[in-house]
């Protein structure tokens, strides 16, 4: 008979945990920007993979299945400030179109990968374009349902 380990309820989040769960974020006005509760089944993530900015990870550590967090994250532990030397500027005429204010772009980097960047503003000569994250400078509240945690080391581990 093949079985999967079961965590117990105390398991706590830690590095390396498998970690089921729903969670929605928000902006400073309460806005939501992002929400997983409209899925039938809660995500599921491993602590330290990358799948959540760093200051969304530790608001988990040390939460068991069952418990509920809300956390205001400052923008230094969200998705980071707001920085003036990321807005630049280019000449309108070398865009294939006219750039339209608030659209998005993809641009390259030198190391030839993706970048995107908000049009700011469109001048004659000069588009300024705003490579911060959208949600740069932001005070974010983040809310977290935890529905299973599971050991570093026991995903996936059967007793036979």
Known sequence: MT???NPNEETR???GSKVELHFSVAIENGVEIDN???RE???SLVMGDGSLLPGFEKALFGLR???RRTVSLPPEDAF???NSENIQTFDTVKFEQTPIVGHMIEFEDKAKQSLFGVVKSVGED???IDFNHPLAGKDIT???EIFKVTPAGQQGIKIM
């Open 3 to 5: 079985e999967m380990i």
């Open 13 to 15: 989040i830690a590095e």
């Open 36 to 38: 997983t509760r409209s």
């Open 41 to 43: 089944e809660p995500v």
């Open 65 to 67: 299945a069952g418990d």
């Open 80 to 82: 980071g400030p707001w």
């Open 126 to 128: 000069i588009t300024e």
């Open 142 to 144: 983040f809310e977290v």
